[in-house]
């Protein structure tokens, strides 16, 4: 395999991360739970856009 086993493992645990990041966004998303930061309210308004009709 092309980087070896420390590559493969790096990348493996960069997955999971971001695979928990966008679990963790999606379910505050939908949660009845207002962020605090400007950032996180920006971000469950960004999330929950996809979901209205156009």
């Not at 966008?22 to 949660?31: D, N």
Request: charged letters at 15%.
């Amino acid at each position: 395999m092309a980087g070896g086993s420390d590559a493969s493992a790096s990348t493996l645990f960069g997955m999971m991360l971001a695979i928990l990041h966008y679990e963790w966004v999606h379910y505050v998303a939908h949660i009845p739970y207002q962020p605090r930061t400007r950032l996180g309210r920006w971000i469950k308004q960004y999330h929950l856009r996809h979901h209205s009709p156009r």
